[in-house]
C-alpha cells in the first residue's frame, strides 16, 4: 500500500519504518528540514533500540523515503497517518494546533479517495475537527479514522509490531477493509469502535496507567512506615490474575515522559469541558508531584545541608532505553538540589544530549563511575542496566561518602547495608 506518515518523530517514525518493512511504500514528512536532512542519509534523530537497522533497510530496497514536501507524498497516497505532537497546554489541555495544520495542509492537496488516520493522542471530538477541516477545502469522497498507538519508547519496535491490540475508529466498509489489510501483517486483534470511542481508549488506558503508578507508589509510602517491603507487595499483587503480571506496578520517582502526564492532564480537562470532576485523576497527579519531593526530602536527610555539597545522578531519561526527557522527574529533583545549593556531576550518555536542552549547570560524565568520584550522595533516577550489576565495592571508595539514594529499588538493601553504604531506597 502507498503511505505518508506525517510527523516523525517517536510514534510517526517507528510508524512509518515498521509499515515500510511489511513491505508498503512508505513517505516520512516532517516540517523540520534538519530531521528531514538526517533521516534521508539513514541516520535516526531520536534514540531507539532497533529502529536505525529497519530504517536503513528500508531506504536501501526504495521502501521508505523522507521529504519535507507534504503535497506529492498525499497526491501519491492511499493512507495518509497524521503522527505529530500534542503537548499540554498551560492549562493542562491538549494543545491541537499540530493536528489542525497538519489536517489543513492535507486538506488542500488532497485529489481523491483518502484514508486519513489520525495516530496521535487526541481529545474525544477531534476526529471530526480533521472531518470538517477536510470537507471545507475537498469536495470529494474520504475517511477520516482514528487509530490510537499504544507503543513504548525504549521498546517502540516490538510494541509496534507486536501489540495487545489495534483499534480502529469510524471505519466505513472501505476504510475498515483497507485498515484490515494493512495491519494483516501483525495478526493482533482488532477492535472497531466509533471514532469517539477509538480516542477515549487512548486517554482512558494511559491515565489507569498513571493510576496504577501512583496506587503503588502510595502503597510505598505506607509500606515505609509499616516496615513493609513494596516490591513484594507488588509481585503478590501482580499474581492475582485480575491485577495481572504486567500492571504497571512499579515504584520510584513517579511517571514522566511525553504521554502519561500529558494524557492524565488532557482526561482530566476533558471531563472538566464536559461538567465532571475526575477527582481520582487529580489525586494521581497530586501523587506523582509529591514522589519527586520525595526524593528531594529523602536526599536531604541523608545528605543535610546541600551547599557546596556534590551530588552524582545516575539516569536523566524519564525512562530507561530512550532519550527522551520531556516530564522527566530527574528535572524537578536536579532543579530543587541545585537551588539549594549542590553541585551536580550527572550521567546518562544516551539523553545527555536532550539533557543539556533542559537542565543548566551540571557536570556530564562519559561513565558512572566518573561521574560518582568524590560525590557527597548518589541518587539513581534512571534503572539503566548497567547500573544494576556495578562493581559496588569499586563505587563505595571512589565516593567522597558512601551514600545511595535509590529511586528505583536495583540493590538488595541488606546487601547494600554489609558493604558498608547508607543505602536508602523507596517502600522497603
Ligand atoms: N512518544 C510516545 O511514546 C507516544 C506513544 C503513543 C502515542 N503518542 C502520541 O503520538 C503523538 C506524537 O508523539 P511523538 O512523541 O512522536 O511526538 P514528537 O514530538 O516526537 O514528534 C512529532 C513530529 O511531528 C512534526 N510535525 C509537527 N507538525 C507537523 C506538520 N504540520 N507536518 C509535518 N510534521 C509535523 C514535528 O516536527 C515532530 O518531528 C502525540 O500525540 C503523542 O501523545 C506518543
Request: proline share 4%; with cysteine; hydrophobic share 40%.
Amino acid at each position: 500500500m502507498k503511505i505518508t506518515v506525517v510527523g516523525t518523530g517517536y510514534v510517526g517514525l517507528v510508524t512509518a519504518a515498521c509499515l515500510a518493512d511489511f513491505g508498503n511504500q512508505v513517505i516520512g514528512i516532517d516540517i523540520d528540514k534538519e530531521k528531514i536532512k538526517r533521516l534521508k542519509k539513514g541516520e535516526i534523530p531520536i534514540y531507539e533500540p532497533g529502529l536505525e537497522k529497519i530504517v536503513k533497510r528500508n531506504l536501501d530496497e526504495n521502501r521508505i523515503s523522507f521529504d519535507t514536501k507534504l503535497a506529492p507524498a498525499v497526491k501519491k497516497s492511499e493512507i495518509i497517518f497524521i503522527a505529530v505532537g500534542t503537548p499540554p497546554k498551560k492549562d493542562g489541555q491538549a494543545d491541537l494546533i499540530y493536528i489542525e495544520t497538519a489536517a489543513q495542509q492535507i486538506a488542500e492537496v488532497i485529489n481523491g479517495y483518502k484514508i486519513i488516520v489520525n495516530k496521535s493522542t487526541v481529545p474525544v471530538g477531534t476526529g471530526d475537527m480533521v472531518t470538517n477541516i477536510i470537507k471545507k477545502y475537498y469536495k470529494g469522497k474520504f475517511d477520516v479514522v482514528s487509530n490510537p498507538e499504544f507503543l513504548k519508547e525504549g521498546t517502540a519496535v516490538d510494541d509496534f509490531s507486536k501489540p495487545d491490540r489495534i483499534v480502529i475508529g469510524n471505519a466505513s466498509k472501505k476504510a475498515k477493509n483497507m485498515m484490515e489489510k494493512l495491519y494483516k501483517p501483525l495478526g493482533a486483534p482488532i477492535l472497531f469502535t466509533d471514532i469517539k470511542t477509538a480516542e477515549m481508549i487512548k486517554y482512558a488506558s494511559n491515565s489507569l496507567l498513571a493510576t496504577e503508578i501512583s496506587f503503588i507508589n502510595s502503597i510505598a509510602n505506607i509500606c515505609e512506615r509499616v516496615e513493609a517491603d513494596v516490591e513484594k507487595v507488588a509481585e503478590g499483587m501482580k499474581l492475582d490474575k485480575r491485577i495481572g503480571k504486567h500492571a504497571f506496578l512499579g515504584t520510584g520517582a513517579g511517571y514522566g515522559g511525553s504521554c502519561f502526564p500529558k494524557d492524565v492532564k488532557a482526561l482530566i480537562q476533558i471531563a472538566r469541558r464536559h461538567d465532571y470532576r475526575f477527582s481520582i485523576l487529580e489525586k494521581v497527579e497530586e501523587v506523582n508531584k509529591n514522589q519527586r519531593q520525595l526524593i528531594v526530602d529523602k536526599t536531604l536527610r541523608l545528605l543535610g545541608k546541600p551547599k557546596g555539597k556534590t551530588v552524582a545522578v545516575w539516569g536523566l531519561a524519564f525512562k530507561p532505553n530512550t532519550d527522551d526527557m520531556r516530564e522527566a522527574p530527574s528535572i524537578d529533583i536536579i532543579c530543587s538540589l541545585q537551588k539549594l545549593g549542590a553541585k551536580i556531576n550527572a550521567f546518562d550518555t544516551v539523553a545527555e544530549n536532550q539533557a543539556k536542552k533542559i537542565l543548566k549547570n551540571i557536570n556530564y560524565f562519559k561513565t558512572s563511575f566518573e561521574a560518582a568520584k568524590n560525590a557527597d550522595i548518589l541518587l539513581i533516577i534512571t534503572e539503566w542496566n548497567e547500573f544494576k550489576q556495578i562493581d559496588k565495592k569499586k563505587l563505595k571508595k571512589i565516593m567522597r561518602s558512601p551514600k545511595i539514594i535509590d529511586a528505583r529499588n536495583i540493590y538488595d538493601p541488606d546487601e547494600m547495608k554489609k558493604l558498608g553504604f547508607e543505602y536508602v531506597s523507596i517502600g522497603r
